[in-house]
């Protein structure tokens, strides 16, 4: 089937004479002058192959053929007009799948109440989380499995740029009956020879750097290393073991009763980064909620410091 050869422009003039049954008054609707209408409607009855119009010095009436061909010519301009807007939503960053990467506290914690208030102000846009170790934060990323992720901050990868979105300080977490819960703050010294449980070996190299270049009074070294936080926390609810890490996984920690503790000498602190394409183009929408994540975060940081003040 050949491509139709009339155009939007004499759709809608066409439209805009049938409505009103006058050229001068369709004219000035269009804000052409009365003759450039007639043109395009003489162009448009030239191309569709039939006469649209009756037309006498005293009136302009549709002819039965217009009649008939008015229904489709109002579809079309219906049509491209949405697709018009659906182009200036997704310009504009209203629109779109959005696929964030994260893991578990971020992903079940952080993003949902951030995706829920930028959903609210853009209705269009659909935000899918994809759960991923710290370990494959700049690689989903970088390999196009997911448009940006939010994480821990780790080494650059040359084709991931990373954007600071908060800080959170290390912290230890307890059973409120454990030793440590008894102190108000600890040291990196006092977890010397305390049983500890690190979450994933990024957290467990953590805790090596920063025990680089001290003295053996104050070597941590952990009994075991899981993969989960999640995990690392029952263990510390049941007593089994203490577990390092930064505060903004309170909102896991507290529901299982856990205790939080500063730790300081020095107090250390997490960064977490918005991971984002550096070789490719994001879309808008996905520009949009990186920016609107950037400017969000400081209530979250707030609440972690809050909570963290013990």
């Given at each position: 089937m050949s491509i139709p050869r009339f155009t939007a422009k004499q759709l809608d003039a066409f439209v805009a004479v049938a409505d009103l049954l006058s050229f001068a008054s369709a004219s000035a609707r269009l804000s052409l002058t009365s003759s450039a209408v007639s043109q395009l409607i003489g162009e448009l009855e030239e191309a569709v192959g039939?006469?649209?119009f009756d037309r006498s010095t005293r009136r302009v009436s549709l002819s039965a053929a217009g009649r008939e061909f008015l229904p489709s010519a109002e579809t079309v301009l219906r049509h491209l007009?949405?697709?018009e807007s659906a182009a200036s939503d997704i310009r504009n960053g209203v629109t779109g799948l959005i696929r964030v990467a994260a893991p578990l506290v971020l992903a079940g914690y952080f993003l949902p109440p951030a995706i829920k208030a930028f959903t609210e102000r853009h209705p269009g846009v659909v935000v899918r989380i994809r759960d991923v170790s710290v370990e494959q934060l700049e690689e989903v990323v970088a390999m196009a499995d997911a448009d940006m992720a939010i994480g821990p901050d780790r080494s650059a990868n040359s084709d991931v740029t990373r954007h600071a979105v908060f800080s959170s300080p290390w912290v230890v977490w307890c059973a409120p009956e454990h030793p440590l819960a008894a102190k108000r703050t600890i040291t990196w010294r006092d977890l010397r020879n305390q049983a500890l449980v690190a979450a994933s070996t990024d957290h467990e190299r953590t805790v090596s750097?920063?025990?680089?270049?001290?003295?053996?009074?104050?070597?941590?070294?952990?009994?075991d290393v899981v993969q989960n936080i999640s995990t690392a926390l029952g263990l510390a609810a049941s007593n089994l073991a203490a577990t390092v890490s930064p505060a903004y996984v309170s909102p896991l920690a507290t529901s299982m009763g856990l205790v939080m503790r500063r730790i300081l000498k020095p107090e250390t602190m997490r960064q977490v980064s918005l991971y984002l394409p550096l070789r490719r183009t994001v879309s808008a929408s996905t520009s949009s909620f990186a920016e609107f994540l950037l400017k969000w975060k400081p209530g979250y940081a707030q609440r972690v410091t809050i909570r963290s003040g013990m």
């Amino acid at each position: 089937m050949s491509i139709p050869r009339f155009t939007a422009k004499q759709l809608d003039a066409f439209v805009a004479v049938a409505d009103l049954l006058s050229f001068a008054s369709a004219s000035a609707r269009l804000s052409l002058t009365s003759s450039a209408v007639s043109q395009l409607i003489g162009e448009l009855e030239e191309a569709v192959g039939i006469r649209l119009f009756d037309r006498s010095t005293r009136r302009v009436s549709l002819s039965a053929a217009g009649r008939e061909f008015l229904p489709s010519a109002e579809t079309v301009l219906r049509h491209l007009r949405l697709a018009e807007s659906a182009a200036s939503d997704i310009r504009n960053g209203v629109t779109g799948l959005i696929r964030v990467a994260a893991p578990l506290v971020l992903a079940g914690y952080f993003l949902p109440p951030a995706i829920k208030a930028f959903t609210e102000r853009h209705p269009g846009v659909v935000v899918r989380i994809r759960d991923v170790s710290v370990e494959q934060l700049e690689e989903v990323v970088a390999m196009a499995d997911a448009d940006m992720a939010i994480g821990p901050d780790r080494s650059a990868n040359s084709d991931v740029t990373r954007h600071a979105v908060f800080s959170s300080p290390w912290v230890v977490w307890c059973a409120p009956e454990h030793p440590l819960a008894a102190k108000r703050t600890i040291t990196w010294r006092d977890l010397r020879n305390q049983a500890l449980v690190a979450a994933s070996t990024d957290h467990e190299r953590t805790v090596s750097r920063l025990r680089q270049g001290a003295s053996e009074d104050y070597s941590i070294t952990p009994i075991d290393v899981v993969q989960n936080i999640s995990t690392a926390l029952g263990l510390a609810a049941s007593n089994l073991a203490a577990t390092v890490s930064p505060a903004y996984v309170s909102p896991l920690a507290t529901s299982m009763g856990l205790v939080m503790r500063r730790i300081l000498k020095p107090e250390t602190m997490r960064q977490v980064s918005l991971y984002l394409p550096l070789r490719r183009t994001v879309s808008a929408s996905t520009s949009s909620f990186a920016e609107f994540l950037l400017k969000w975060k400081p209530g979250y940081a707030q609440r972690v410091t809050i909570r963290s003040g013990m």
